[in-house]
Nanobody, 125 residues
Framework: QVQLVESGGGLVQTAGSLRLSCTVS????????IGWFRQAPGKEREFVAD???????YHRDSVKGRFTISRDNAKNTVDLQMSSLKPEDTAIYYC???????????????????WGQGTQVTVSS
């Protein structure tokens, strides 16, 4: 059984940076495509970025150039480096895993089988 734990959230000012980490335990991170999602109050959970088992990455348009997803096989983690943060980035951020895809671009929450508990990111204006 694989488990996911997010860390690194917090309160930051507009234009600041945060680095979120998703630690995978129970299986090698390379066995899974890992996605980052976020959910703001009153809104649906939305895709942010993912890395396929192949190592290919994909980011939603609104975060391209600001967010970068990366994987550390030795640490069994997938990180989300977030820069130039905006108030509209405020949300609970979740990481999720699926072994059902190879190249990634898995943007639908129901296509993931495992989820972390989430970490809060708040960007103040």
């Amino acid at each position: 059984q694989v488990q996911l734990v997010e860390s690194g959230g917090g309160l930051v000012q507009t234009a600041g940076s945060l680095r979120l980490s998703c630690t995978v335990s129970g299986r090698p991170v390379t066995w899974y495509s890992i996605g980052w999602f976020r959910q703001a109050p009153g809104k649906e959970r939305e895709f942010v970025a993912d890395m396929g088992r192949s190592g290919a990455t994909y980011h939603r348009d609104s975060v391209k150039g600001r967010f970068t997803i990366s994987r550390d096989n030795a640490k069994n983690t997938v990180d989300l480096q977030m820069s130039s943060l905006k108030p509209e980035d405020t949300a609970i951020y979740y990481c999720a895993a699926t072994a059902r895809t190879w190249y990634g671009r898995t943007k639908v929450p129901r296509d993931y089988d495992y989820w972390g508990q989430g970490t809060q990111v708040t960007v103040s204006s």
